[in-house]
């Protein structure tokens, strides 16, 4: 495990056109070379009749498949932080 005064400092700037948005859907494609990630709005109360579920993409990432391994990994941290912090207790639930 790193020291954590080897872990290297960033200053980050938003573009002014930033803005966030809410998913509560997301896929993962890969190829050789890149790992894209699709965000996606879907409503979660469809019409049961409808064939299928309306949703939007809000967004799009595409990453190295390296940088999406450290993304994995990130991911696991966070989610073990929230789960000492708030419970465990909404693994496995859709909002």
Avoid: C, K, W
């Avoid at 020291?3 to 002014?16: F, K, S, T």
Wanted: no cysteine.
């Amino acid at each position: 495990m790193a020291d954590e005064g080897d872990i290297p400092r960033y200053r980050l700037h938003a573009a002014p056109d930033l803005r966030a948005n809410y998913a509560n859907f997301a896929d993962v494609t890969v190829s050789p070379y890149e790992v894209t990630l699709t965000f996606a709005h879907v409503d979660r109360t469809p019409d049961e009749h409808a064939p299928e579920t309306p949703g939007m993409v809000v967004s799009q990432i595409i990453v190295s498949p390296q940088f999406a391994a450290e993304l994995a990994d990130a991911l696991d941290d966070a989610v073990e932080r929230y789960d000492q912090r708030y419970g465990a207790g909404g693994q496995g639930q859709q909002p």
